[in-house]
């Protein structure tokens, strides 16, 4: 941006700030940043502006960087779930092009502040990272990168496996468990301590532990490796905090882009902009909303679901009307949605067949040495969606017993549902659950319609048919 350009922005922001509150957003107070773009790719590929340092970081900017420079991509916005919001702005970037982001991100932060999947995730997370990039530092100085490194790789790759909801099977671990055997001696009656906890039953046969399965690998690992010592689990712990952080806004990028790019066409199209800052801000609209070739635009998919719902619920059908719908209540019912969902339920309960057709969604598969359309039924392909979504496309995969064999034994089993796991990737994660557990792992999966079972004990990998 040229220097005149700077106060037309802070101006233009402000104006954005007023018109968006106007119609009706309800965001975190604002804090934007100018920077140039290599702060921005930094940030970008660290994933917040304080983390702790990690060669995969460095690998994530090249490849951004790159291709920014061979102006293959660009970044126009990125915005951190924070309270206060932090935003920034490039540079580099035209007046329109940031004042198109600073609406953009307006939309964000409303979503951020209002979502219900999003109201457990912590809005000082910032601080949070920057203590614990300096922890890490200090056990670098003091026990070696390499040392640090290695349960960082490690925590790295099981880092989707985590839940929000695991810490209270914590406490129902502890409760299901046996009470310990009391010595039998003639003074025991002295010392009685009644057992209080409620009893439970177990039909077939020993406890395993835990009692449930946990779909949580971070949590159950950090309670109960082998080999952790108190500085490894801290390093754990604090990565299934981050991971904690940013699932939800993993679970919602279809509704979270498309209601960002809603609003920053509302208000950008409430400006007084210009012929010229017209024309341009059109383009670079046209642009974000174009389809992917291969895949799903998030932007353009959760932009129209959001106008589908809200021209719905202004003009709704007979179906609608006898089940109390209000004509005019869009505005009311999207707010609602915001609130309320996340990109599993938004699509299985808003994706019409109409919208499908519109936006010509079709399922796609290689056939022989070509790709070839192989479903265009709408419900097949909302249920694509809903189901690549589920679980933000992770396979689960649970603890079914973490003292298998009685030799403490790791017994992971992947929940199938149709999709095997790709073998190879397996292969190479399961040393990594080793390293963090420290006795033989292993997982229970399904291949080529047969359940298989891959053991890892520290040395090579080995699969068998159960």
């Known amino acids: 941006m040229q220097e005149e350009e700077y106060a037309s922005l802070e101006q233009a922001i402000e104006q954005e700030i007023g018109i968006a509150h106007r119609l009706g957003l309800d965001f975190f107070e604002m804090r934007f940043e100018l920077v140039p773009a290599r702060i921005v790719y930094a940030i970008g590929a660290h994933g917040m502006p304080v983390r702790f340092q990690h060669w995969s970081f460095g690998k994530a900017y090249t490849h951004m960087k790159l291709g920014y420079d061979l102006g293959l991509s660009k970044i126009y916005e990125l915005v951190i779930n924070t309270d206060p919001c932090y935003a920034y702005l490039v540079d580099s970037n035209s007046l329109v092009e940031n ?9 964000h932060s409303d979503f951020f502040k209002n979502n219900a999947y999003l109201s457990g995730t912590s809005r000082q997370m910032t601080e949070t990272m920057e203590a614990d990039a300096q922890r890490f530092s200090a056990y670098e100085a003091r026990y070696g990168r390499q040392a640090v490194e290695e349960i960082v790789d490690a925590a790295l790759a099981l880092s989707l496996h985590v839940s929000p909801h695991s810490d209270q ?13 009391l010595p039998k001696t003639p003074y025991d009656d002295l010392f009685e301590v009644p057992d209080t906890r409620p009893a439970v039953a177990h039909p077939e046969g020993p406890l395993h532990f835990p009692s449930i399965p946990e779909p949580d690998l971070l949590l159950f690992i950090a309670e109960n490796s082998h080999v952790l010592n108190d500085w490894q689990k801290d390093v754990v712990n604090a990565l299934r905090a981050e991971s904690l952080y940013f699932l939800p806004q993993l679970g919602s990028k279809i509704m979270n882009e498309g209601w960002a790019a809603l609003w920053h066409a509302r208000i950008m199209r409430e400006m007084d902009l210009t012929e010229a800052q017209t024309m341009d801000f059109a383009k670079l609209h046209a642009a974000i909303l174009a389809p992917q070739p291969g895949g799903v635009n998030p932007y353009l998919l959760g932009m129209r679901l959001w106008e589908s719902i ?24 999207i707010f609602e949605v915001r609130e309320t969902e996340n990109d599993v339920s938004f699509l299985r309960n808003y994706l019409t067949r109409d919208l499908v057709e519109e936006l010509d969604l079709y399922l796609y598969q290689r056939v022989g040495d070509h790709w070839q359309v192989v479903d265009k039924d709408w419900q097949a392909v909302r249920d694509r969606l809903v189901s690549n979504r589920s679980n933000n496309g992770v396979p689960v995969i649970e603890v079914q017993d973490g003292d298998y064999n009685r030799n403490g034994e790791l017994y992971l089993c992947h929940r199938y549902e149709g999709v095997s796991l790709d073998r190879l990737y397996a292969e190479k994660t399961l040393p990594y659950v080793w390293r963090l557990w420290g006795r033989t792992v292993h997982l229970q999966t399904v291949q080529d319609g047969k359940p298989v079972c891959a053991m890892y004990d520290g040395h090579r990998c080995t699969w068998k048919f159960l």
């Open 169 to 181: 099977n914590i406490v129902r671990w502890r409760q299901a468990q046996p009470a310990p055997a």
């Open 310 to 333: 809200e021209d719905r619920y202004d003009h709704p059908d007979r179906i609608l009307q006898e089940a109390g719908v209000r004509s005019g209540s869009g505005r009311e019912k």
């Open 99 to 107: 004042m198109t982001v600073a609406a953009h991100v307006l939309g």
